[in-house]
């Protein structure tokens, strides 16, 4: 028997394609074209309804952070508002409290000293007398810080 070459099949001829016919890889470029772009556009209009959240975010961690500062500084005062040192400042400025020994001195209003007194008429080389006897200055002061008339000394 002699070994002869085996005839090989005749080799399928490709179809000639008509003009308007795709093929298998186009259409399936095609489809992955069309879900890429509907993904794309999804993904896009997620973004554009998160920016308003982002804002709002950004705004509420601003807003958490002052709060946070406002709580300090509450706490803060509230420690200083417990402590000694606070009531013994509220007994002096508001109370009016003072330690023993010490004395009260309560400013009045009154002139101020922007303000010059007027200056007594006078009539050629008389003055004018009024009849109104004047009190002495410390008198005045006295009035000035004690709501109670000045004492009566007798001088001998």
């Given at each position: 028997?002699?070994?002869s070459?085996?005839?090989?099949?005749?080799?399928?001829r490709?179809?000639?394609?008509?003009a308007?016919?795709?093929?298998?890889?186009?259409?399936m470029?095609?489809?992955?074209l069309a879900?890429?772009l509907?993904?794309?556009?999804?993904?896009?209009?997620r973004?554009?309804a998160?920016q308003p959240?982002?804002n709002?975010?950004d705004r509420?961690?601003?807003?958490i952070?002052?709060?946070?500062?406002?709580?300090?500084?509450?706490?803060?005062?509230r420690?200083?508002?417990?402590?000694d040192?606070?009531?013994?400042?509220?007994?002096r400025?508001r109370?009016k409290?003072?330690r023993?020994?010490?004395?009260l001195v309560?400013p009045?209003?009154?002139?101020?000293?922007?303000i010059?007194?007027t200056?007594?008429?006078?009539v050629?080389?008389?003055a004018?007398?009024?009849g109104i006897?004047?009190p002495?200055?410390w008198?005045l002061?006295w009035?000035?810080?004690?709501?109670?008339?000045p004492?009566?000394w007798?001088?001998p």
């Open positions: 028997m002699t070994d070459p085996k005839p090989t099949p005749p080799r399928a490709p179809k000639p394609r008509q308007g016919q795709l093929s298998g890889i186009q259409i470029f095609a489809v992955i879900v890429g509907l993904l794309a556009i999804n993904f896009s209009s973004i554009a998160g959240l982002l709002a975010y509420v961690q601003v807003e952070q002052r709060l946070q500062t406002e709580q300090a500084n509450l706490r803060t005062e420690d200083y508002v417990e402590s040192a606070y009531v013994e400042q509220w007994a400025d109370g409290m003072i023993p020994g010490e004395r309560v009045v209003p009154g002139l101020s000293a922007e010059t007194p200056p007594t008429p006078s050629g080389n008389v004018f007398q009024s006897e004047e002495e200055p008198h002061w009035a000035l810080f004690f709501d109670s008339p004492p009566q007798d001088v």
